[in-house]
């Protein structure tokens, strides 16, 4: 009985972070605050979904291909999402004007409170 009503806990956070995801990417100004969207609150849904489906159907085999996934998922997403805005900076993507500091290049809206750095 607990273990059911925890595994619908879980699943249910899942599920709310991952909806939360789908509207930031929906609804966030520019790609690099989608992707960070994306990345960080996707894969948190995901882990805890498989551990609510961990704990729904407990094993062995669920739990190695469980703990297997959701180290893959915290490992890869956050890299996938930095190696995505990153191409999406240098292909010229446009940054929000709500942005205040450019760490790649420099100021890049007003009031901005760090001085550009060098290149060099």
């Not at 900076?89 to 100021?107: K, N, V």
Request: with cysteine.
């Amino acid at each position: 009985m607990i273990r059911t009503v925890l595994a619908s806990t879980l699943l249910l956070l899942g599920i709310a972070l991952i909806a939360i995801s789908a509207i930031g990417l929906i609804r966030l100004p520019d790609v690099y605050h989608r992707m960070n969207s994306v990345a960080k609150a996707a894969s948190l849904g995901l882990s805890c979904v498989l551990l609510g489906v961990l704990l729904l159907i407990p094993g062995w085999r669920t739990a190695v291909v469980v703990l297997a996934a959701v180290g893959l998922q915290l490992f890869t997403a956050p890299v996938g999402g930095y190696a995505l805005a990153r191409a999406a900076y240098r292909a010229g993507a446009p940054l929000a004007s709500i942005t205040r500091y450019d760490e790649l290049g420099g100021r890049a809206g007003e009031g901005g409170d760090e001085p550009a750095r060098d290149s060099a």
